[in-house]
């Protein structure tokens, strides 16, 4: 099975700010990720698919990047309404992993 | 617009068995494959199951193996869960979910397995 960890697990963070979240995979999976937003309370969101493609409605403070094993969700420039916990996906192979969340939360 | 309407959770034994149903709408339904997530309360996301557009591959997490199964109707437009054999650690929204890349998501329906 494919592990991935994500880092840092939680962050503080004030609005304005650049926020950097990683997941490494045990092996190699291509681009075969994707990122995902979740408020408390509600299903989650996609925000990247395919490692770096921004998904339809998602603000283009979001990015992603990487290719086989690491990988990077960046939010340029915080907002209030980001606050909240995000995942990333391997859809590589099966069974599909997911990272252990990053919770961001207001400094 | 993509819709997934989860249905069918509720208070369960241990042991016991429970079947969530998934309404699509909004997309050609058995052009797709479709996902079952869960996620136990306080905790993260757990993927569990995966079926292909004619049922012909479906994919499992090693811990519901052989408790859990996977299927669809696309005349129906819709996906489903049988789980027998519940267990605590069962207990879960689970969220049905669209493609194997997971791409929307349903809004969840709550499994408590408990005495």
């Known amino acids: 099975d494919i592990q991935m960890t994500q880092s840092p697990s939680s962050l503080s963070a004030s609005v304005g700010d650049r926020v950097t979240i990683t997941c490494r995979a045990s092996?190699?999976?291509?681009?075969?990720l994707g990122w995902y937003q979740q408020k408390p309370g509600k299903a989650p969101q996609r925000l990247i698919y395919a490692a770096s493609s921004l998904q339809s409605g998602v603000p283009s403070r979001f990015s992603g990047s990487g290719s086989g094993t690491e990988f990077t969700l960046t939010i340029s420039s915080l907002q209030p309404e980001d606050f909240a916990t995000y995942y990333c996906?391997?859809?590589?192979?099966?069974?599909?992993?997911f990272g252990q969340g990053t919770k961001v939360e207001i400094k | 617009e993509v819709q997934l309407v989860e249905s069918g959770g509720g208070l369960v034994q241990p042991g016991g068995s429970l079947r969530l149903s998934c309404a699509a709408s909004?997309?050609?339904?058995?052009?797709?494959?479709m996902t079952w997530v869960r996620q136990a309360p306080g905790k993260g996301l757990e993927w569990v199951a995966t079926?292909?557009?004619?049922?012909?591959?479906?994919y499992y997490v090693d811990s519901v193996k052989g408790r859990f199964t996977i299927s669809r109707d696309n005349a129906k437009n819709s996906l489903y869960l049988k789980m027998n054999s519940l267990r605590a650690e069962d207990t879960a929204v689970y969220y049905c979910?669209?493609?194997?890349?997971?791409?929307?998501w349903g809004q969840g329906t709550l499994v408590t397995v408990s005495s």
């Open positions: 092996q190699g999976i291509r681009n075969d």
């Open positions: 979910a669209r493609q194997t890349t997971v791409d929307y």
């Open positions: 996906l391997q859809h590589n192979s099966y069974p599909r992993t």
């Open positions: 079926i292909k557009e004619d049922e012909s591959e479906k």
């Open positions: 909004g997309f050609t339904f058995s052009s797709y494959w």
